[in-house]
């Protein structure tokens, strides 16, 4: 698959990913490992049905067993404290906190071998992160409150988790993409343990969180990660990670027209920095 290719199957997870906010408040109350269990088993199975179907069940032997914890970790890390984050605060504001991974993943990646950031690469992420400044500041549904501190703090570690998790999957090139599905069941394995160890069980409210799980399942926490793989492996992971501040705008637009979230003039100025910062640091590593 060309650089160019692999870059646009990437994209696809950022917009799938920009529904992964509306789905989690249609969750409630469903806790976060538990929700975590139920989505990952949706995205494990799908995944491994893909995996059978394309005859390569056997190449999951020769993965190395440190890479499964590794991807096990990153997912069940990253979205258990993603769910955790919006039962704690506004999902508006939180998910936009934990969408400053693509600010992350533009910086770190300048320190894997070849890739080289520039200043464009450094202006863009400093728009895209002003952008997502002004929502947090005043342009989210109801702005930044001290009682809500403990859910940003934890979607600040989301959007460490998932820069990392990114940054690194770059240097394992040759696990294929199909191991993403026992990340996945792996994941839904530890959730459940951990859910009936520490949380209570509360199942989801009616037809609709039924329907957000599922949604959440084979969308946002299911084939995004699958393209994400292959985007973040052999794609260009610059233009990808500044390319993802849309998929904050585009979670607040989908808040937004749910009625989860009130519009503002602060979103139409953090539109035009995301966007702006998104088209400039792509266009830095085009010139490359």
């Known amino acids: ?5 692999a870059t646009a ?5 950022i917009l799938l990913w920009a529904l992964l906010a509306l789905f989690t408040v249609g969750s409630t109350p469903t806790p976060p490992l538990l929700l975590n269990a139920l989505c990952f088993s949706i995205g494990g199975v799908l995944g491994l049905i893909w995996t059978w179907a394309s005859g390569g069940l056997g190449q999951l032997r020769s993965v190395p067993w440190t890479t499964y914890v590794f991807g096990t970790v990153g997912l069940f890390g990253y979205h258990a404290l993603y769910f955790s984050a919006l039962r704690m605060a506004p999902a508006a504001e939180a998910g936009l906190i934990a969408y400053l991974w693509p600010l992350l993943i533009v910086l770190f990646s300048g320190l894997l071998p070849g890739e080289h ?5 450094l202006l863009g992420a400093s728009l895209g992160f002003a952008g997502a400044a002004v929502i947090i500041a005043g342009g989210g549904s109801t702005g930044f409150q001290a009682d809500h501190l403990p859910g940003y703090g934890l979607a600040l570690l989301c ?9 690194l999957s770059r240097r394992l090139t040759d696990t294929p993409t199909s191991s993403v599905a026992v990340f996945c069941i792996a994941t839904a394995i530890a ?6 160890v520490i949380e209570d069980t509360v199942w989801p409210d009616g037809a609709f969180g039924w329907a ?8 946002p926490v299911g084939l995004a990660f699958y393209v994400w793989d292959i985007g973040v492996k052999q794609g260009d992971i610059q233009v990808l990670g500044t390319a993802s501040y849309a998929a904050p705008l585009l979670s607040t637009f989908a808040l937004v027209l749910a009625g989860i979230a009130a519009p503002s003039w ?18 830095a590593s085009l010139r490359r």
């Open 191 to 196: 959730s459940a343990a951990l859910h009936l």
């Open 266 to 283: 602060g979103l139409a100025i953090a539109a035009l920095l995301i966007t702006g910062g998104a088209a400039l640091a792509a266009r």
């Open 159 to 167: 959007a460490l988790t998932w820069s990392g998790y990114s940054v």
């Open 117 to 121: 950031l520039r200043l464009g690469h």
């Open 9 to 13: 199957v990437g994209f696809v997870a």
């Open 212 to 219: 957000s799980i599922l949604a959440l399942g084979l969308g």
């Open 1 to 5: 698959m060309t650089r160019p290719r």
